[in-house]
């Protein structure tokens, strides 16, 4: 139940909070900012570190670091305290998709401040969890302090020019292979690799748009734009939507989507760990020992072909091959950290009977 706040610390600090995300949208919004991105980055977790704090004041918890003596640490005669990552840890109730959009972009702050990068190249690869990131800070303040507190009312829709977009989009993809770019890719594709498919699908964790023109005839009275969640959405909405950015041609569910076969599988690993092409890490060689490794699938002709870890490994019976999921890829990049090539030293050691 949302708590009312009086006047005091705890009202002073989300009035602060809701200052800093707003300054942070209206930078974000505002055409040819320079670093637009990664300043919005810092005022919304500027934003959502005081709105923590408020919550913590609120219910009277010290949010506060301790010495081993039991008293609080000082800085410059200042309690020290607890930093954005310390507070969601201390909150606890946010679920997983929440938690990984937050975490996400604080480990996204310390890649980016140090970094010449432009907003556009990293506009590209952020927007949704940019997106979700302001949406859950809303649902947070509208939850635990109230509907006087939203700050949607106070936001407008960001107006975007699609001819301006796709020549910068194609100016960014220009940018792609620059060293300071590729080390972001990799972290923010490292980062998404590592989350599950039920997190990664998640409208919290980024928020997916699809923007069509509305042409049927309304009333004049009707708002231009109409946010519609996702979850009330019918199956024969998606599928009008559907038919409609498709030329009216419904698109049935692709066979094998999201699934990879071996070549991709190393690929994705290669690049998640900046192995260059001297490392003779393959899919002819590596890929089948740790498949046998880990018995994702069977190793003998003569089994059966469908007796296969489902999470990680299909098979394929129009091919006969095997086809492997995102699940499997994660599996891998978890179990071969922090090098791979060490690890796989070790598991061939084992196959092979050798101690």
């Known amino acids: 139940m949302a708590k009312k706040l009086r006047k005091g610390t705890a009202k002073y600090l989300l009035q602060n909070s809701i200052e800093s995300v707003l300054t942070a949208v209206e930078i974000y919004n505002k055409p040819k900012t320079q670093f637009k991105v990664q300043s919005f980055i810092a005022l919304m977790i500027i934003g959502w570190t ?10 009277g918890i010290k949010y506060y670091y301790k010495k081993k003596n039991g008293k609080f640490e000082k800085i410059d005669g200042e309690y ?13 109730k946010f679920d ?23 907003e556009t190249d990293i506009d590209m ?33 960001a107006l975007q020019f699609s001819t301006y977009n796709s020549l ?12 300071e770019l590729l080390d972001i890719k990799q972290f923010i594709e490292k980062y998404k690799t590592a989350l599950s498919d039920e997190v990664f699908e998640s409208q919290k964790y980024s928020i997916k748009f699809l923007i069509i023109p509305k042409i049927s005839n309304t009333k004049r009275s009707d708002l231009s734009i109409d946010f519609v969640k996702e979850d009330s959405l019918t199956t024969e909405d998606y599928n009008t939507i559907t038919a409609v950015i498709k030329d009216k041609k419904i698109i049935q569910e692709a066979v094998n989507a ?49 007796d296969t870890k489902t999470e ?8 006969d091959d095997y086809v492997y999921t995102s699940e499997w890829i994660r599996f891998l990049v978890h179990e071969l950290l922090p090098n791979p090539m060490e690890k796989f030293i070790e598991i061939k050691k084992e196959l092979e009977g050798i101690k």
């Open 80 to 92: 020290k305290s607890w930093e954005i990552t310390k507070c969601v840890k201390e909150y606890g």
């Open 125 to 157: 690869i952020t927007f949704g969890e940019c997106q979700s990131f302001l949406y859950n800070y809303e649902t947070f303040i509208m939850e635990e302090f109230g509907e006087e507190y939203s700050i949607n009312e106070s936001l407008a829709f």
């Open 96 to 118: 997983e998709s929440v938690r990984a959009n937050i975490l996400f972009f604080i480990a996204l702050r310390n890649k980016v401040e140090h970094r010449d990068l432009t």
């Open 50 to 59: 005081k709105a923590l704090h408020s919550y913590f004041h609120s219910e």
């Open 312 to 319: 990680y490994c299909l098979y394929d019976d129009t091919h």
């Open 168 to 179: 910068e989009q194609k100016k960014s993809q220009k940018r792609q292979l620059s060293k």
């Open 258 to 306: 999201k699934r990879y076969k071996p070549s991709k599988v190393i690929e994705i690993l290669r690049r998640i760990f900046n192995m260059n092409s001297e490392v003779k890490f393959n899919a002819s060689y590596h890929h089948p020992k740790l498949c046998q490794y880990y018995k994702v699938k069977p190793i003998n002709k003569t089994d059966n072909p469908f």
